[in-house]
């Protein structure tokens, strides 16, 4: 791992760090780049613009290792308001939810609960609901929860992360069920024991998983199979690999984050692909944003830039 991306993930990890990079301005304006602002609003008032690029949403509240058995309940609230909210606005919003967030650390019983709510609501309301994938020791939990859920409701899919060593055996099992499965590089610091430390690895396995799930025999399943990168290198190569199997471009979905890549999730859609941008929004954005910095060390120029604006 390069040591400014050990450094960065590090310091997602510092409440200090947060508790200054929150209260600064100029901190605050080079996060506004990724993030089109705190509340639910901010997050639904991009979706017209992107509405004309053909580019759909996937919202997620910004959080994550609620210790409050009532923060997460306000949570789980929370999607569920804006599960109604975008079906009132008629948006073409998915939402991402994040194990953690909706109390798994305190009581998984009660995070199932939530996210059944919630799959169920999106159910009603023809809906999706997204798991995120977080650290590593949150991997099987997440796996039975998304089980658990898709027992009753199918419109749930989770995320896989590419540079962990168990993600190909976890494709396999996830194919046949035909869960939704957003596959990702992954974000956090992980130990060489169990996730690839060169990210030419990582991004090879990608291909690799990439392949799996585009493969036939993922189709009688129904996997929704969704390419979560902005790597453009393996944005045509999984194009082109689709196109080369006869899929139609629509059947071949990716999602990229809102303000990365802008130009290439324009062209992704007019190349006629299923493209989504995942909005985040909320308070609690510093861990979220250092991720960010860490996945492009030439992101902390822009940090640098505003501050010299200030
Ligand atoms: C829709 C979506 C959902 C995600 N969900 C999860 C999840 O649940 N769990 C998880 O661990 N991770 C998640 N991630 C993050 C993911 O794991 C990676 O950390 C992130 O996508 C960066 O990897 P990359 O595939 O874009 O490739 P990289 O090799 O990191 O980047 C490729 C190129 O993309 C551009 N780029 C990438 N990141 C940035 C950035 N921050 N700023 C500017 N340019 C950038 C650069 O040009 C870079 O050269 C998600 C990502 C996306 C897009």
Redesign the pocket.
Known sequence: MGLMRSVLLAGSESRWLRAQATRRAFVRRAVSR?MPGETLEDALGTAPALARERIGL?LTRLGESVTDAAEADEVAAHYLDALEKIRAREVNAEI?V?PTQLGLDIDAGRCLAHVRELAARASALGNFV?????QSRYVDATLELTRAVRARHANVGV?V???LFRTAADVERLRPTGAGI?L?????REPAEIAFPR?SD??AN?LTLARRLLADEARPAGVRA?F?????R?LRAIADHAAAAGRPPRDVEF???Y???RAEQQRLARAGHTV???VSYGSYWFPWYM??????P??VLFVARSLFRA
């Open positions: 990724f996937v991402s994040k997204w798991i995120d994938m977080e995320c992360q590419a540079y957003r990702v590089k992954g974000a956090y990210k990582v991004d990608y969704v979560g990168t902005h790597d453009t393996l999602h990229l984050l303000g990365i890549q989504r941008v995942l991720r960010r910095l860490a996945e492009r030439a992101n």
